[in-house]
T-cell receptor
Framework: SQQGEEDPQALSIQEGENATMNCSYK?????LQWYRQNSGRGLVHLIL?????REKHSGRLRVTLDTSKKSSSLLITASRAADTASYFC??????????FGSGTRLQVQP | DADVTQTPRNRITKTGKRIMLECSQT?????MYWYRQDPGLGLRLIYY???????NKGEISDGYSVSRQAQAKFSLSLESAIPNQTALYFC????FGPGEGREGRETQYFGPGTRLLVL
């Protein structure tokens, strides 16, 4: 199975609400990255958190990392319809490639 | 991202045909990657290249081959296409690669994708 697994697979919220999605992984990591994908388009990097960091912010995004539980969460505050997309976590385990999870599909209703 | 382009954007082909997907980048990155995405799934790595002479198989390289013609160009070929290769294909680049520990420079930049249908 995948190194990174997102939860939930799909999430539907109203505009203005917060959206939280989670990523669990199996092996130790150097860093964990979150990417966003608008329907059928290429992925766009959102944020990178290193294994020695616990929390990181970027605008309305907040990422946490718990290496003891091998999990990360992405929080989008005050969501907008434009946040509708799929969100993927990707882990850097020291190998020469990232491993992507299967993604969370977020639908923000206007 | 206009810095990473892929051609063609859409392609329909028949079983047994050889096809090539091309990727070009103007970001000046040495690291380039080819991924495949199937509906409802994440990305799986097909091949990656850390420089022109360093090409490596990824998770699912069987049935695919690549060519790194220059720093800026990385092509993916399907030698004899089969229906289960129907997917969305992405090229990506990065300044440094996973595991290299370069602060903030491991970010991958993706092309717009090529939608491939094998009949």
């Amino acid at each position: 199975s995948q190194q990174g697994e997102e939860d939930p697979q799909a999430l539907s919220i109203q505009e203005g609400e917060n959206a939280t999605m989670n990523c669990s992984y199996k092996t130790s990591i150097n860093n964990l990255q979150w990417y966003r994908q608008n329907s059928g388009r290429g992925l766009v990097h959102l944020i990178l958190i290193r294994s020695n960091e616990r929390e990181k912010h970027s605008g309305r995004l907040r990422v946490t990392l718990d290496t003891s539980k091998k999990s990360s969460s992405l929080l989008i505050t005050a969501s907008r319809a434009a946040d509708t997309a799929s969100y993927f976590c990707a882990t850097d385990t020291g190998r020469r490639a990232l491993t992507f999870g299967s993604g969370t599909r977020l639908q923000v209703q206007p | 991202d206009a810095d990473v382009t892929q051609t063609p954007r859409n392609r329909i082909t028949k079983t047994g045909k050889r096809i090539m997907l091309e990727c070009s980048q103007t970001k000046g990155h040495d690291r380039m990657y080819w991924y495949r995405q199937d509906p409802g799934l994440g990305l799986r790595l097909i091949y990656y290249s850390f420089d022109v002479k360093d090409i490596n198989k990824g998770e699912i390289s069987d049935g695919y081959s690549v060519s790194r013609q220059a720093q800026a160009k990385f092509s993916l070929s399907l030698e004899s296409a089969i229906p289960n290769q129907t997917a969305l294909y992405f090229c990506a680049t990065s300044d440094f690669g996973p595991g290299e520990g370069r602060e903030g420079r491991e970010t991958q930049y993706f092309g717009p994708g090529t939608r491939l249908l094998v009949l």
